[in-house]
Nanobody, 113 residues
Framework: QVLLVESGGGLVQAGGSLRLSCAAS????????MLWYRQAPGKQREMVAR???????TYADSVKGRFTISRDNAKNTVYLQMNSLKPEDTAVYYC???????WGQGTQVTVSS
């Protein structure tokens, strides 16, 4: 079973940047599409960005042009570079794969205005 560990969250002012990491262990994740999700308080979890095994990317409209997803298959790690952060980006961020696996603990991102 793949274990996913997210890191890199924190508190940042609006307009700032953060880089999230998701390290996968227990299996080679290179064949899988990997996704970043987020869940804000009182809201449903939503997909933020997706990257296929061939590095084709897709983004939610709310983050397009500001966030960049990438992957390093040699390190079994997927990244989310977040720029021009807004208070509405505040959420717990999670990664997962297709097919979906066990959820990690997520990493908290808080953007102050």
């Amino acid at each position: 079973q793949v274990l996913l560990v997210e890191s890199g969250g924190g508190l940042v002012q609006a307009g700032g940047s953060l880089r999230l990491s998701c390290a996968a262990s227990g299996s080679n994740f290179s064949p899988y599409t990997m996704l970043w999700y987020r869940q804000a308080p009182g809201k449903q979890r939503e997909m933020v960005a997706r990257i296929t095994r061939t590095s084709t990317t897709t983004y939610a409209d709310s983050v397009k042009g500001r966030f960049t997803i990438s992957r390093d298959n040699a390190k079994n790690t997927v990244y989310l570079q977040m720029n021009s952060l807004k208070p509405e980006d505040t959420a717990v961020y999670y990664c997962n794969s297709i097919p979906i696996g066990a959820w990690g603990q997520g990493t908290q991102v808080t953007v102050s205005s």
